[in-house]
């Protein structure tokens, strides 16, 4: 009977991981977190992209599908179709060059929604942040960070065979109980 449930864990297992690396090896939409911090202003937003239409020039870039972006205490919400030259861009391209970590950088340049009037243009280019006047002078810099959002199928496939584990491992605690 151990070795039947040890098998049944095992299998169980090898399925969820065989299927979660199929669905994740198809899927081509790759999702980011990013945060702008400077000594003006902060903010968190998320973008994501198809990694299969990449480019194909020396810095390969592609076109963001999705994009959210909000100041801290500021109710505007900036997309996508919020870039100055939308609808080429936003776009992302590799930075492992400059940090040797396998991560991408966004390029967006949008204008001030909460203050159009004052033309001022916020810029995320790679890891770099900058606030510009309309007459073009830098009036506030500051650095972006990125982060991978894990894919919520492998997420979830992890959770399932954690899940089966454990169970496997309760049943097999209160099996010897009731042997003894």
Do not use: H
């Not at 990013?34 to 810095?59: A, C, L, Q, R, W």
């Not at 992302?92 to 970590?101: Q, R």
């Not at 033309?119 to 606030?131: C, L, R, W």
């Not at 650095?143 to 491992?169: D, H, N």
């Amino acid at each position: 009977m151990k070795l039947v449930s040890q098998l049944t864990l095992a299998t169980s297992c090898a399925l969820i991981f065989a299927i979660v690396g199929a669905k994740s090896v198809s899927a081509a939409l790759i999702n980011y977190a990013f945060t702008v911090d400077s000594s003006i202003t902060k903010g968190e937003g998320f973008f994501s992209y198809d990694d299969s239409t990449f480019s194909e020039d020396n810095i390969p870039v592609a076109i963001v599908n999705s994009l959210n972006f909000q100041f801290d205490n500021d109710p505007n919400i900036y997309t996508e179709k919020d870039d100055t030259e939308y609808p080429g861009y936003p776009i992302v391209f590799p930075t492992t060059f400059l940090t040797g970590i396998e991560s991408v950088g966004l390029q967006y340049v949008f204008p001030d929604k909460a203050n159009p009037s004052s033309s001022i243009t916020y810029d995320i280019n790679g890891y770099d942040f900058a606030i510009t006047s309309a007459e073009n002078i830098q009036i506030g810099s500051g650095k972006v960070t990125y982060r991978q959002v894990p894919e919520p199928t492998i997420l979830g496939g992890s959770f399932i065979a954690c899940s089966i584990g454990w169970l496997m491992t309760k049943k097999l605690t209160l099996d010897k109980k009731v042997k003894a």
